[in-house]
């Protein structure tokens, strides 16, 4: 049950951090904001983890590093899909990827979750995609300078890179050793910080934040740091197609914010999702 619960925090921290991020993106580019909170987090990590304590294992070091790149080139690959293809087909082929690798690999591995969380299970992978489903926006072209946006095969390919590099960030995050605390956090920001940076400078921009933008990048990482330290405790106490599937749900977060505070209207299939999504996490739990 613990696990359930961290698993939930991981996916509302993720959520929530999408959406300041998004926020963020409306007034700079994305790639900027995370130049700033992926080395934000990095600092926070390393005055937490001596606090936390733990034994920092070669493997779990080395787990966490390659969490870091898989991370890095799925946000790249991702934000790189987005700019050329249609937010309501990318939106959801990349999550339930997210979703569904860890899910494959945790089968793979042995795992047998019992009936109801199957079930559970199922479902969340179908809410992952009807939550994250979002109407194509009339203005799209108007903000495109008039370029229409199609999922072309390059934005097929990096859709489909984005979603297998974040679910394989949840398995090499699975792989690390409980007695290891949050060092291999520490190593998969730092990794992912890395090749974000590298990405940033070969793209242009690599420049810094003020204002607002900047109080936004600092939360992102704030909330990067919360959700990626309690999913990779729930992963320490419990399967990982169990908790994998809950923390992909985090999309619902982000929905429900920007309904909100935003006052921005969710489609009947987002609602859908969302209800899905509650029934889910109460089979998962149950079980």
């Given at each position: 049950?613990?696990?359930?619960?961290?698993?939930?925090?991981?996916?509302?921290?993720?959520?929530?951090?999408?959406?300041?991020?998004?926020?963020?993106?409306?007034?700079?580019?994305?790639?900027?904001?995370?130049?700033v909170s992926y080395p934000w987090s990095v600092?926070?990590?390393?005055?937490?983890?001596?606090?936390?304590?733990?034994?920092?294992?070669?493997?779990?070091?080395m787990w966490g590093l390659a969490a870091g790149v898989a991370a890095g080139l799925a946000v790249w690959w991702f934000?790189?899909?987005?700019?050329?293809?249609?937010?309501?087909?990318?939106?959801?082929?990349?999550?339930?990827l997210v979703?569904?690798?860890?899910?494959?690999?945790g089968l793979f591995l042995g795992e047998r979750p019992g009936a109801v969380a199957i079930a559970g299970i199922a479902i969340a992978l179908i809410a992952v995609v009807l939550v994250s489903r979002?109407?194509?926006d009339e203005t799209t072209e108007e903000i495109t300078g008039g370029r229409p946006l199609r999922f072309t095969r390059r934005v097929a390919l990096l859709t489909i890179g984005s979603g297998v590099a974040f679910g394989f960030t949840f398995f090499f995050l699975h792989e690390t050793h409980a007695s290891a605390g949050l060092w291999p956090l520490l190593a998969q920001r730092a990794a992912a910080t890395a090749v974000v940076w590298t990405c940033a400078l070969f793209a242009g921009e690599f420049?810094?934040?003020?204002?607002?933008?900047?109080?936004?990048?600092?939360?992102?990482?704030v909330l990067d740091v919360i959700a990626n330290a309690a999913l990779l405790y729930a992963f320490h106490g419990a399967m990982l197609s169990v908790v994998s599937v809950i923390g992909s749900l985090y999309p619902a977060a982000t929905v429900?914010?920007?309904?909100?505070?935003?006052?921005?209207?969710i489609s009947a299939t987002q609602k859908t999702g969302m209800v899905l999504a509650l029934g889910?996490?109460?089979?998962?739990?149950?079980?």
């Open positions: 049950m613990l696990s359930v619960v961290l698993a939930l925090v991981a996916a509302a921290g993720y959520g929530v951090s999408d959406f300041f991020g998004g926020i963020a993106a409306r007034r700079v580019t994305a790639l900027r904001v995370v130049v600092l926070l990590v390393l005055l937490i983890a001596p606090l936390v304590g733990g034994h920092a294992d070669t493997a779990s070091i934000y790189a899909a987005l700019a050329d293809g249609p937010m309501s087909v990318v939106s959801p082929v990349t999550a339930v979703a569904g690798i860890p899910v494959i690999a979002e109407a194509p420049g810094g934040l003020h204002g607002e933008p900047l109080r936004l990048a600092l939360a992102v990482g429900l914010l920007a309904m909100v505070l935003l006052g921005e209207r889910a996490v109460a089979m998962i739990a149950a079980s």
